[in-house]
């Protein structure tokens, strides 16, 4: 477990801002109210295993007592390294995004299934889009009930999504809640 | 005007100049008559100059009451001109600039003020008060025989003054001067004589007198601007009535070589002779619509011949003219113009819709000359358009169209089939037979007014794009103002706020004509609205420091704008508007009660919260959460408006009922933000969810019951879980209810009543479905009872503090009463034992 060199820091920074944008700010500073200290800590990103972990201060300072191959996991993990070293956000991070997503997605309920056993959001899917969509951006996917289901990349923008056919994709998907069950080994 | 005339008639002629006596020319004649007759002469000797001169102040042969009641009259009329030169739109103070004396006083320029009011106010009222050809003669009529009573006692008036002349000389430098004013007034009556004779002859046959147009227009050029007035306004009356339905086109000269019958010759003269005078008095009136003296008068002229025949010839002229003056700082000529303007859109039918292309191209135009800087009257007319819905659906229509040429096409082909082996003389025939049928059509359509659909959408297209195009102008223009604002503010503290004064009237207008925005200006449209209902303030920290540009309500019409866009715009995609959200969230916490507007806010929760299908959790939450507490600080119809679109959220949101509960924290649906954060600027990261309602129950007793019940009523939605029915009350209602009843609620017991009537209608109205009739009879009814019950309880009370006096007195009587007897055995105990010392 090490703190992020500065590419990895700007990698992940990257990726995270796609998602929540300005609110970024917010995932770095969020106060902690883990462990026992009288004034909150911070969270901080930790590397382990190829793992990015987003953890409290206090969290970090305790995992420091378990040796390295020891260690299975801390905090909550938000993405990897993949082989070819590009930087990954897995579904654990989803909630950390919903709760600062910039740009949403509401699913239809009768195509809530589709989406979580991996396909794409489509126009038809969509109940409700959040307006200004960049194509590229980074779109959380909710449910109508906002249940946060997964995230994935806007393919188009919100003033396109006007005139698509009603099977044109929207959102490209990258990860949904499905993952818990469909690839349980690999998280 | 006669009157005042008749008054000057009786009433003295000023003193004569003062001449010293050695001065006094004696005529011969007068020394030889004195010399004569002496007797005569002696009367001279006992004439008291004094008295003399102080009758001649009032008047020779009158009786007294007679004159006390001319003085009045004039009094009354002087106080009535005074009225009318305060309110009045007849005198230009611009010209009359009052000179201040030493010792303060104002003295006006009196001649300017005579020049004005001498008549044509009286004269003007008249003319344009009766539209109406019989009442425009009458009055006619009514001058003359004024003016010839007029010329009869001036004549009289004349007898008159020589009487005195005989005895006082130097009076004749005065009876000059009267008969020089009389000429002058003479000559005034006469044009105006002249001008109401050609005028009569002209409406009675206007056919064979149209020559004297020309002579009218002459008058017009007159020196006298009272003259020039009348005859505008003379003209005008003639032409409003003169002028034909039909655009008149002067014939060519082929058309003149022609041999043509007399009736033919006849009107060929009468329309060029109208056209040409009607040419001639257009010129007339630009010429004098550049003079304040006229501008008023030459206005007036052509907003009317606008507004009366807008497909005339020359309509483009006065048109511009109108447009030009539409922004004008002239309070009545900007009204007249605007008012012009918008029945030129309203009676599209008049002018088959040229004309409001032109004007809103001219509309247009003028914007972008003045750079967005006028007034806010010149963009509301637009709001006055009206769009055919319907033609902006073309293809119905089209295939229809289609289906019909196909079906006739069939028809024909299976007539050809059929017709095949017929010879070919009736297939010519039948061809001959639909060419005609075909010209006929083209004919028809060019003789009727009705345009062709096709026509008609261009036409259409054009004022939107036009429309459309100012709107877009004047925003952009209000960005590029509030953009170039904070570079400004640190160069130089005290920068010019440019002003945008049809911010609010373009806001407006893209409210309303939402629905038409081409889609692919959408975006940007949404764009600049965002930047704008920000107020500026993401361009960076330093504009933070500097006072926002837009005011708050017109940032929150700029959200109210957006949602009504979108709402219109939405076919199927539900359009989630989150930066107006955090904007709203934003400006709910920056609205002042006196300072913005209730009902903009009110309209904005509607729309915003009410209308809007589904919300986050976390973001209703905030908002209930935030206008709760600002309810709080609200005066009490904005806080019930407030409390409205609260109770409306959280019926539809079962989730943050939470909120109701009496623990803090939220538990597991307060999500990753674990404590409220009430100074946060985006609703979704308020964590409001962890926090409860305690706003409610400090509401509950708030000085106005219908806000406190409204409060406990939704401080107790939760435990009735089985309220499903959606009140229907909406906040903008809602305010207006609580502005009305603010005014009204001076007895108490009439805001008691209200708060019943308001509770039985929002608790359970599919109960009480009652008319309003019944409910108004009910509550009279009620208030009946109300006072009796009322009175009881005082009584009661009252009794009850009687009662509790009378017992105070009864205990000290009481007590007394044992003082005394304690008092008394005390002696009878002392005495015995005096006695017994003794």
């Known amino acids: ?187 | 005007m006669g009157k005042k005339q008749k008054d000057k008639i009786v009433l003295p002629p000023d003193l004569p100049p003062e001449i010293p006596d050695d001065e006094v020319e004696v005529s011969d004649e007068d020394l030889q008559f004195v010399n004569e007759n002496r007797g005569y002469a002696s009367l001279f000797s006992t004439l008291d100059t004094q008295s003399i001169t102080k009758h001649v102040t009032r008047v020779a042969d009158a009786k007294d009451d007679a004159l006390e009641k001319l003085y009045e009259k004039r009094l009354r009329k002087n106080a009535l001109k005074k009225e009318k030169e305060e309110t009045g739109i007849q005198v230009d103070r611009v010209d009359a600039l009052p000179i201040k004396s030493l010792d303060g006083q104002l003295y006006y320029r009196t001649a300017a003020k005579a020049e004005s009011q001498n008549g044509p106010s009286e004269e003007e009222t008249g003319e344009d008060g009766n539209d109406d050809k019989g009442l425009v003669k009458l009055t006619k009529a009514e001058k003359r025989a004024k003016l010839k009573k007029l010329r009869k006692e001036g004549k009289k008036q004349g007898k008159e003054v020589p009487k005195e002349e005989v005895e006082q000389t130097p009076q004749s430098a005065v009876l000059a001067e009267v008969k020089e004013d009389l000429t002058t007034e003479e000559a005034f009556e006469s044009k105006k004589s002249k001008l109401a004779e050609l005028g009569n002859a002209l409406l009675t046959d206007p056919e064979s007198n149209i020559k004297f147009l020309k002579d009218m227009v002459q008058i017009c050029r007159d020196n006298d601007p009272t003259i020039v007035k009348l005859g505008l306004l003379s003209l005008l009356a003639v032409f409003k009535d003169i002028i034909p339905g039909y655009r008149i086109r002067l014939p060519t000269e082929k058309e003149l070589e022609m041999k043509v019958s007399k009736t033919v010759r006849k009107m060929r003269y009468y329309e060029s002779t109208l056209l040409s005078s009607y040419k001639a008095y257009l010129q007339r009136l630009m010429y004098l619509e550049k003079k304040p003296l006229f501008q008023l008068v030459a206005v007036r002229c052509i907003c009317t011949l606008l507004d009366a025949h807008p497909h005339f010839n020359f309509k483009e002229n006065l048109l511009d003219a109108t447009i030009r003056n539409i922004s004008s700082t002239n309070e009545a000529i900007r009204k007249l113009c605007c008012s012009t303007v918008k029945s030129l859109f309203t009676n599209e039918g008049k002018h088959g819709g040229e004309s409001t292309v032109e004007a809103v191209r001219l509309i247009a135009d003028l914007v972008k000359a003045n750079n967005c800087q006028l007034h806010p009257d010149s963009i509301e007319v637009f709001l006055s358009l009206s769009f055919d819905e319907d033609l902006g659906k073309p293809e119905k229509n089209d295939e229809d169209q289609k289906f019909k040429n196909k079906k006739n096409k069939k028809r024909k082909n299976m007539e050809g089939l059929n017709q095949l082996p017929d010879n070919d003389r009736k297939r010519s025939r039948l061809e001959s037979n639909s060419k005609t049928k075909e010209e006929v059509e083209a004919e028809y359509k060019a003789a009727s007014f009705t345009l062709d659909v096709a026509e008609r959408r261009q036409m259409q297209s054009e004022t939107l794009s036009a429309v459309f195009e100012t709107y877009f102008r004047i925003l952009k223009h209000t960005m590029h103002s509030i953009a170039t604002r904070p570079e400004v503010n640190t160069g130089a503290l005290s920068a010019t706020v440019e002003p945008h004064p049809l911010f609010a009237p373009c806001l407006k207008g893209l409210g309303k004509f939402s629905h038409l925005i081409d889609l692919d200006f959408m975006g940007d449209l949404m764009n600049h609205l965002k930047v704008l209902a920000s107020g500026g303030s993401n361009s960076g920290n330093s504009s933070e420091k500097c006072p926002k540009v837009l005011t708050v309500t017109e940032r929150l019409q700029c959200c109210i704008v957006a949602f009504k866009v979108m709402r219109n715009n939405l076919d199927a995609l539900n359009v989630d508007l989150q930066d107006f959200f955090v904007h709203l969230y934003n400006l709910i916490m920056e609205y002042r009660p006196g300072r913005d507007q209730g009902e903009v806010l009110a309209e904005a929760l509607k729309i915003m919260l009410c209308e809007d299908k589904q919300h986050d959790m976390q973001k209703t939450a905030a908002f209930i959460k935030r206008l709760a507490t600002l309810s709080l600080c609200y005066g009490s119809a904005e806080s019930m408006a407030a409390l409205v679109t609260v109770k409306h959220l959280l019926q539809k949101n079962v989730k943050c009922r939470n909120l109701l509960e009496n623990d803090t924290g939220g538990g597991s649906v307060s999500g990753t933000i674990p404590k409220y954060l009430p100074y946060s600027m985006d609703p979704n990261l308020s964590g409001a969810l962890a926090s409860v309602l305690w706003e409610l129950n400090l509401l509950s007793k708030h000085y106005h019951p219908s806000i406190s019940t409204m409060a406990a009523g939704i401080s107790s939605m939760n435990v009735a879980q089985n309220q499903v029915i959606l009140s229907k009350t909406s906040p903008t209602q809602a305010l207006k209810e609580m502005s009305l009843d603010q005014e009204l609620t001076s007895p108490q017991h009439n805001g008691t009543i209200k708060l019943n009537n308001k509770k039985r209608r929002t608790n359970d109205p599919a109960v009480s479905p009652s008319p309003s009739s019944t409910s108004v009879a009910s509550s009279s009814f009620d208030e009946d009872e109300l006072r009796k019950k009322l009175g009881s309880h005082f009584m009661l009370l009252r009794d009850i503090r009687e009662n509790g006096r009378l017992r105070k007195q009864l205990d000290k009587t009481t007590l007394s009463l044992q003082l005394y007897e304690q008092y008394k055995k005390q002696k009878q105990r002392s005495k015995p034992k005096k006695k017994a010392i003794a």
Not at chain 1, 53 to 76: H, I, M, Q, W
Not at chain 1, 81 to 90: D, K, Q, R, S, V
Not at chain 1, 114 to 127: E, P, Q, W
Not at chain 1, 138 to 167: E, I
């Open chain 1, 1 to 187: 477990m090490r703190p992020l060199d500065e590419k990895e820091t700007t990698a992940v920074f990257e990726k995270l801002f796609k998602f929540v944008g300005n609110n970024l700010k917010n995932i770095v500073e969020n106060p902690s109210h883990e462990g026992p200290d009288p004034n909150p800590g911070r969270y901080c990103f930790r590397l382990h295993k190829n793992k990015i972990y987003y953890a409290s201060e206090s969290l970090v300072k305790r995992a420091t007592n378990v040796a390295r191959p020891n260690l299975v996991s801390l905090g909550t993990c938000i993405g990897k390294y993949t082989h070819g070293g590009n930087f990954h956000l897995t579904v654990q991070a989803l909630n950390l995004l919903a709760a600062n997503a910039k740009h949403k997605v509401w699913l239809k309920p009768q195509s809530e299934m589709s989406f979580l056993y991996g396909n794409h959001v489509l126009k038809s899917a969509l109940g409700r889009i959040t307006e200004n969509i960049a194509p590229g951006d980074g779109v959380v996917v909710f449910s109508m009930a906002d249940v946060p289901l997964g995230f994935g990349v806007a393919a188009k923008s919100t003033q396109d999504c006007r005139k698509l056919d009603p099977n044109g994709i929207v959102v490209l998907h990258q990860a949904d809640v499905g993952e818990y069950l469909r690839m349980e080994d690999e998280l």
